[in-house]
């Protein structure tokens, strides 16, 4: 459920398949504090995604 945020799971896991991400499942949960970010929350979500693969050791070495 992307609550509005059109596109944004669609988004990361175009990201997760690039960085090789197999048999995972990334919630990525955020909360409006009242600054609009625009587009670039997009970013923090994809990075919030990428950094909860990295911690767990879920990434697939590209170059081995």
């Known amino acids: 459920d992307e609550d509005g945020e059109k596109d944004a799971g669609r988004?990361?896991?175009?990201?997760?398949?690039?960085?090789?991400?197999?048999?995972?499942?990334?919630?990525?949960?955020?909360?409006?504090?009242g600054t609009n970010l625009g587009p670039v929350r997009f970013d923090h979500i994809n990075n919030m995604g990428i950094a909860a693969l990295?911690?767990?050791?879920?990434?697939r070495t590209l170059n081995p």
């Open 11 to 33: 988004r990361l896991v175009r990201v997760l398949q690039e960085m090789g991400a197999c048999d995972v499942m990334v919630i990525v949960s955020r909360w409006f504090g």
């Open 54 to 59: 990295e911690a767990g050791g879920f990434l």
